[in-house]
């Protein structure tokens, strides 16, 4: 196929859009924005942006749905933004004996195409319009994954156009059974070493994708934040329980019912939402498929609330989920439990959330909340120093399928989690700080106090729930046991947060590629050190070269000051 890219130069009408993404924190200055819709698209792009003159310090980024929550795409020293989001199928690829997915197809593309030709699914995310090329990259995981495993559980080979000697685009096919072990590890490093390290991924192969249940139970339910501040032990009571019940199913303690009707098909997400959003919120979905799912539903929300009632008597009643919560709209329908088909199901849950600005923060828990963590929780969430009905902790259920994997079995080490949690705060820019009658974006940029208020609480929020262990979640270390974590397993790459290389934020002597990869960074390093010596594709938490004469994990750079320095800055 001839390579035709479009390309969007600053004069075209689409520049304005096409250089940003979903968070409107981050707005790149491009000299163009390529479209691709080929992989010879891409090579081309590659070719002519390498082959510009003083183009050192300018980057070359990708994107393919627009979700990075960090300016790891949109900054100012990006040159060239390759948008792949015009590669977006999903098939049966004969030739590889896969279902081949496109980098650019959003998880609803994906689902759809797969599932309507194949009844097959990848256990992905319930963001619709969030892309693969990063999604699975980074080890993406979804209502499924409890069941099934990560979307990379299943990942037999990606595509990579790569820059080994970093000038000449390639092509390259990594496969899980590559008989050269450079191979090998470019496809091991696409199991949640997270997009933006090695190179343009533009296709993905899965082989003995799961069959999604025909039928699943949801339910949603809230609960008022008047009623919950007025008993604040049974806001404490409802997070500690919560957290519980997922530890008893790991490690088969706690009630009887927990292990007799077995859980690992039910997906929660518990939306403890700022107190100025009046009310606090969970999904649920199970396999309805499952006879016993209405009873197995009834005893878990009986267990977690345990305590909001004293015999007949409520102190603290269900109510509808009937507000925006994070990204996920009112879900108000299936107040009453209600079984619907998996894809009408999904299709129900599926949103992004209005564009706007956002920080974000991530945690993996192995065991439930201990006190103090909860103590904290509460504290931020019913703070009267900040009112933003848009600011939340979710927190995932996990487990399950997904513990059946060993750390290294794929590049995402997280593998004895229960939970997964997501620290959100959302907000539009709200003020005419230019002066020219209108909101957007360089208003941000002359005021920073817009979002000010906002990274405050986040990161105060955050530091003040790990205050033990430094700030963060760290990961266990047996060398440094007074300052690790007896229930935390460090943090998630897709959710990047730029704050865990802050050492005024984070004191715990952990850095950014030790929460996220654990002891799978240094065969990350080795991987870059082969496929992108050069550091062609980079950006602020990208994986880092090994240090000279270690052969292991590049902690810090030559001149021992954190990460090692791109080469072209």
Request: with cysteine; glycine share 8%; charged share 25%.
């Amino acid at each position: 196929m001839a390579a035709n890219p479009i390309e969007v130069n600053k004069s075209d009408a689409r520049y304005d859009a096409l250089r940003r993404g979903f968070n409107q924190r981050w707005i790149a200055n491009p000299d163009y924005v390529v479209v691709a819709t080929s992989k010879e698209d891409v090579v081309a792009a590659l070719s002519k942006f390498l082959g510009k003159p003083n183009n050192a310090k300018r980057r070359i980024t990708v994107r393919s749905g627009g979700h990075c929550y960090e300016n790891f795409v949109s900054s100012p020293d990006t040159g060239v933004i390759i948008d792949v989001s015009q590669m977006n199928r999903a098939y049966y690829d004969a030739s590889m004996d896969a279902y081949c997915v496109e980098a650019g197809a959003t998880n609803w593309q994906s689902t759809t195409q797969l599932y309507r030709s194949f009844g097959r699914a990848l256990p992905g995310g319930s963001c619709y319009s969030v892309g693969s090329g990063g999604h699975i990259s980074g080890g993406g995981y979804g209502l499924l994954s409890r069941k099934f495993g990560l979307t990379v559980d299943y990942l037999y080979a990606v595509e990579v156009v790569t820059v080994a000697d970093g000038k000449t685009p390639k092509v390259t096919v990594a496969r899980k059974d590559s008989d050269d072990s450079a191979l090998r590890d470019l496809w091991w490093a696409h199991t949640g070493g997270g997009g933006g390290n090695f190179g343009v991924i533009t296709r993905y192969w899965f082989r003995d994708l799961p069959q999604p249940p025909a039928q699943v139970l949801l339910r949603s339910v809230a609960w008022k934040w008047k009623d919950l501040r007025s008993r604040p032990d049974l806001f404490k009571s409802l997070v500690r329980r919560y957290g519980q019940f997922f530890q008893h199913e790991q490690e088969k303690t706690g009630p009887d019912f927990i292990r007799s009707y077995g859980y690992d098909d039910m997906f929660t997400l518990l939306k403890l939402t700022h107190m100025s959003n009046k009310k606090v919120g969970l999904i649920v979905q199970l396999d309805g498929t499952r006879s016993d799912s209405p009873a197995r539903l009834k005893a878990f929300l009986d267990f977690i609330t345990e305590e909001f009632s004293t015999g007949s008597r409520p102190h603290v009643s269900e109510t509808v989920l009937d507000r925006q919560m994070g990204e996920h709209p009112a879900q108000q329908e299936s107040f009453i439990p209600t079984r619907l088909p998996w894809l009408t199901a999904t299709q129900s849950l599926n949103d992004s959330g209005p564009n706007r600005c956002g920080k974000y923060k991530s945690a993996y828990h192995t065991k439930a909340f201990t006190e103090q963590q909860i103590d904290a929780i509460h504290r931020h969430l019913t703070s009267t120093g900040y009112k933003n009905p848009d600011a939340l902790l979710q927190v995932d259920s996990y487990g399950g399928a997904v513990n059946k994997h060993k750390a290294g079995d794929t590049a995402v080490p997280q593998r004895t989690s229960v939970l997964k949690l997501q620290y959100q705060t959302y907000w539009s820019w709200d003020k005419d700080a230019d002066s020219n009658g209108v909101y957007d974006y360089q208003d941000a940029e002359k005021d920073s106090g817009i979002a000010a208020p906002h990274l405050r609480w986040i990161r105060d929020f955050y530091r003040d729930v790990y205050q033990a262990t430094g700030g963060v979640p760290s990961v266990p270390d047996p060398a440094r046991p007074a300052t690790t974590s007896s229930n935390t397993d460090g943090c998630y790459i897709n959710y990047p947060d730029i704050d865990l290389d802050d050492t005024t934020l984070n004191t715990s002597g952990q850095r950014s590629h030790q929460l996220y990869y654990k002891g799978n960074y240094s065969r990350l390093q080795r991987t870059k050190q082969q496929w992108d010596p050069h550091n062609v594709f980079r950006h602020a938490q990208s994986v880092r070269q090994p240090e000279k004469g270690t052969g292991g994990i590049g902690a810090k750079s030559a001149d021992g000051d954190g990460p090692s320095k791109p080469d072209f800055q």
